[in-house]
């Protein structure tokens, strides 16, 4: 839709406001709200200025004045409020400059899209990622100078086969074991069923919703591939609307990479691809998985510079809780066909040219889409101009490798902290095209350190009193 389009949109939907919703740095949906007669041509062309020193990784209070650009191709009609409202993705603007924010991720991902038609390498891409997220039915959590604890509950989690409170019917999922059991064993059925209907109100195309491997409600919507920004946008409204619809029946999501203890986490797999006009330029019928040699460069460019890469794209101290051995977990910097040991994988589903796509799977859910879609393609795109060769596939299950084997498998790194050292010393490739800065990766580096490593780094664990406290 054009503006004009979306104004005649909001009229027939009968939305009595509109709803500007963009990203902060770290990766949160911030919104405010004005009356529906606010929406004009104006609105569209000059904007609505905001505080941008409140906004987290932003401005600093003596430069905070900013201004939000609704993005008219990205109006619906809000599924989750009660009251009909127009909801409308924004840009970020300097209004000293006029230009595009160089802090706003979004922009960040428009600017990698057109950073990729300059290469002549292809004139689009398409992304696929595949969002897992657990569905509980509480949380409690506390963090001060004497307490410190957090207690989930899932009437699905295993752990309450034994109680004894209430009428206890059974069927839950073992843990590892919640891949893909029938109700009553899967007891989210239903509210899964819910969220996809909103999400598909909100115009997701979602090609199918079930219960992932770990107990206590698990769950992952598959959505349809789209283009880089686009899809970036897809997973802000997917996480919005899933959240959402759970409060509203009762229960609480989050996407945390790592909630449980000795099950497994959720992560973001992201299937991605490269066209040019019609053609997928990663598809070659005499290559191994069906790759061209242009896929394999891309892939190169990935596991070359994932230590960097996952400062993005796995970017809290949480996430190195997934990136561990025994879960399922893709921590080793290889690629094969199938197989899900490997931080890369080729999926075999098809043999059509244009299903052809490598599937990038340590990332998770924590990261900032617009930052993780936008790093990714500009590694890939450094493996293809480099010719960086990604090494032979591994097929066998890593996990069950002999030691000698497995000594020269590279690893992803352990910790936060480790991620952002990288980040520090192998960024160039993120400055190709000028899409990202010195100063937005700085800016990241810092914050991550200071407002999550650190202050993680600085208190006490709860495990650490049954260890240590009568040493």
Not at 286 to 309: D, N, V, W
Not at 426 to 442: A, M, Y
């Amino acid at each position: 839709m054009n503006s004009t389009e979306v104004i005649k949109f909001a009229k027939e939907k009968g939305c009595q406001f509109v709803d500007l919703k963009f990203i902060d740095l770290p990766g949160t949906w911030q919104h405010y709200t004005l009356p529906i007669s606010e929406l004009n041509q104006d609105l569209f062309e000059e904007g609505n200025g905001f505080d941008g020193s409140s906004i987290r990784g932003f401005r600093h209070i003596n430069e905070s004045d900013m201004l939000l650009i609704p993005d008219p191709a990205t109006a619906i009609c809000d599924p989750v409020l009660e009251v009909p409202t127009l909801s409308l993705i924004c840009d970020v603007r300097d209004p000293l400059t006029g230009k595009d924010y160089e802090r706003d991720p979004r922009n960040i991902a428009k600017k990698a899209e057109a950073y990729l038609k300059t290469t002549g390498i292809a004139e689009g891409s398409y992304w696929g990622p595949e969002l897992e997220f657990f569905i509980f039915n509480s949380i409690r959590f506390e963090q001060n100078s004497h307490v410190g604890f957090y207690a989930i509950d899932s009437q699905e989690g295993i752990w309450n086969s034994g109680n004894g409170e209430h009428s206890n019917l059974g069927y839950r999922p073992r843990h590892k074991e919640g891949y893909f059991p029938v109700p009553p064993t899967d007891q989210t059925h239903d509210i899964r069923t819910k969220i996809a209907l909103k999400m598909m109100e909100g115009g997701l195309k979602i090609e199918k919703h079930h219960h992932e491997v770990a107990t206590a409600g698990q769950a992952e919507f598959g959505i349809r591939f789209d283009t880089l920004t686009r899809q970036a946008d897809n997973v802000m409204l997917y996480k919005y609307i899933a959240k959402n619809v759970a409060v509203q029946n009762g229960f609480t999501v989050t996407f945390m990479p790592k909630p449980l203890f000795q099950d497994n986490g959720s992560g973001m797999h992201v299937h991605q691809s490269l066209f040019k006009g019609d053609k997928n330029v990663f598809y070659d019928a005499k290559g191994y998985a069906l790759l061209s040699q242009t896929a394999k460069h891309y892939i190169g460019g990935l596991l070359a510079h994932s230590p960097a890469l996952l400062a993005l794209c796995a970017p809290t101290t949480n996430s190195y809780r997934r990136l561990v051995p025994g879960y399922e977990a893709p921590i080793n910097l290889v690629y094969s066909a199938s197989n899900r040991s490997a931080s890369i994988r080729i999926p075999q589903y098809s043999t059509s040219p244009k299903t052809k796509r490598i599937e990038y799977r340590c990332p998770d859910s924590s990261s900032n889409p617009y930052l993780a879609f936008a790093a990714m393609l500009l590694a890939g795109l450094d493996g293809i101009k480099n010719k960086i060769d990604p090494g032979e596939p591994i097929d066998k299950d890593i996990y069950e490798l002999a030691p000698e084997e497995k000594a020269n498998i590279k690893s992803t790194p352990g910790s936060l902290l480790e991620v952002l050292d990288a980040l520090r010393e192998d960024h160039d490739f993120l400055l190709k095209g000028d899409v990202f800065t010195e100063d937005l990766i700085e800016t990241w580096i810092n914050y991550k350190r200071k407002n999550e490593y650190d202050q993680v780094a600085l208190r006490p664990h709860p495990y650490e009193f049954h260890l240590y406290y009568d040493i």
